[in-house]
């Protein structure tokens, strides 16, 4: 009976802590969905290039890469700092040294020293010049400025794709918008299909259309979506920032002033201005540089400086420890020098140096050929964004007056529609020639915009000089 007891009472007391721990587990369940989430942050156009330029690693290296050869310049001139070595030597003689010599009388003597040690230092300078070092500076001078090209090369890449990457999720995020007044008229309709059908004006298939029609709309929302949360992705790994991270675009004016466009003015700009051609030029002005260089070392002299000196001591370092009778000569080879050399090698046509001075030729040459296709690449990227700004005015011009006649469609037919005077399907193709309008026109005007960022880009124009938005 007592063992029934301990039985019920510990059944009990487990079934009340299982109570305990299922309440703690619902209490923290809701308490975490109960919990708000982040706020989406809101970020303007340009924020968002200001991030991406902190934050991209890509730009990051670019940028120790240019301070690597800022420092290479800043101290170009320790090519005519001398090289000064340091050496200290003790040693001690195998063998004993025979001294021999006058004495004051005339007579001459010779004596057997024990071996001694040596104590002996070594200071040397030496310092080569040649013309070349006067060119080697000029080339780490040019290396740098190089440098500082590509740096503003990758820069502006990142800000046009940044901006066009804006650009385009707010156009998603339009398009969505318009999906969504689409789904609420789809959603009217149905309860305007639902009101007709229960007092008998219309039948059930009526109804059943509307519904489909409604459900149709669903998965074409749901992609969109999902197509923007990657958009959004996306645009936060340019940022530097977590893919998951919430953005909340500020809008932006897209209906901007169609421009004037030059065509033989702007190819002349890209070939002048563009970041990539640009780029192209500096080497080709190192590469120079570097052929220069390169023939002084192989066609000039070398002028060669030096000086050393060697004071030496030498005793019974141990056995005399008061430096009797030691012997200390103070520069015993010392001596300043300059030589003249001239290397016989490059003058051989099929030597290292002559075949190493052509392969320079060559590299200026291939250089100056990528240049010409640069060029009129450049010419040709114009032509065709000049071509794609001129079809896109014309298309907004001729949609606008498209979405206005689609509105007024629309809005008829929905009220025969109301009226019983038109059918679903009539309604239907209504708002799906209104929603296409908008959104062929609102697709145009980005078009525009985007193209007026590459032209900015292929000009080397400041970003927000035609588009406006600065």
Avoid: C
Avoid at 5 to 31: D, K, W, Y
Avoid at 141 to 158: F, M, N, P, V
Avoid at 160 to 184: C, M, Q, S
Avoid at 211 to 225: G, T
């Amino acid at each position: 009976m007592k063992r029934w007891r301990r039985e019920g009472v510990s059944s009990r007391l487990s079934l009340f802590l299982q109570l305990v721990f299922l309440q703690m587990a619902f209490l923290q369940t809701a308490f975490v969905f109960g919990q708000e989430a982040a706020p989406a942050r809101q970020i303007s156009l340009e924020e968002a290039t200001d991030l991406a330029v902190k934050n991209n690693l890509g730009l990051q290296s670019s940028s120790v890469s240019v301070d690597t050869k800022k420092r290479k310049q800043d101290t170009a001139w320790n090519v005519f700092i001398p090289s000064v070595d340091l050496r200290g030597t003790i040693g001690r003689q195998n063998i004993g040294t025979t001294v021999s010599g006058y004495l004051p009388t005339g007579a001459p003597y010779s004596m057997e020293v024990d071996p001694m040690w040596l104590i002996q230092g070594n200071l040397s300078l030496s310092l080569q010049l040649n013309v070349s070092a006067f060119e080697g500076m000029k080339n780490t001078r040019l290396d740098y400025e190089g440098g500082l090209i590509s740096y503003a090369k990758a820069k502006t890449q990142l800000e046009r794709d940044v901006r066009k990457a804006y650009y385009n999720i707010l156009l998603l995020r339009e398009n969505i918008k318009l999906k969504g007044e689409g789904y609420a008229a789809a959603e009217r309709q149905e309860a305007t299909a639902r009101a007709n059908y229960g007092a008998g004006l219309a039948p059930e298939l009526s109804l059943l259309q509307a519904q489909v029609a409604k459900e149709n709309l669903k998965p074409e929302i749901d992609e969109l979506e999902n197509n923007y949360k990657m958009l959004l992705a996306n645009f936060a790994m340019y940022l530097g920032m977590p893919y998951d991270t919430a953005f909340e675009l500020e809008p932006l004016n897209v209906s901007v002033d169609f421009i004037d466009v030059d065509l033989k003015n702007l190819v002349n700009q890209a070939a002048n201005n563009k970041p990539d051609i640009l780029e192209i030029k500096q080497q080709i002005r190192l590469l120079e540089s570097t052929r220069k260089k390169t023939f002084y070392q192989i066609y000039t002299p070398t002028l060669s400086l030096s000086w050393n000196m060697d004071p030496t001591w030498h005793g019974d370092l141990f056995n005399n420890p008061t430096f009797e009778s030691n012997i200390w000569k103070t520069q015993s080879s010392g001596m300043f020098s300059f030589t003249l050399a001239f290397r016989l090698n490059g003058l051989l046509p099929w030597g290292t140096e002559r075949q190493g001075l052509r392969d320079i030729d060559n590299g200026i040459k291939s250089a100056n050929i990528g240049l010409a296709q640069a060029v009129q690449g450049s010419e040709m990227e114009v032509y065709n964004i000049i071509l794609s700004l001129q079809k896109a005015q014309a298309s907004i011009e001729a949609l606008q007056k498209t979405v206005d006649l689609a509105e007024r469609s629309y809005r008829a037919t929905e009220q025969a529609y109301g009226a019983g005077l038109q059918s679903l399907l009539d309604v239907q193709n209504a708002r799906d020639q209104l929603n296409q309008a908008r959104l062929g026109l609102l697709a145009q005007h980005y078009t525009y915009i985007l193209g007026l960022i590459d032209l900015e880009y292929a000009t080397g124009v400041p970003f927000g000089t035609l588009t406006g938005n600065e």
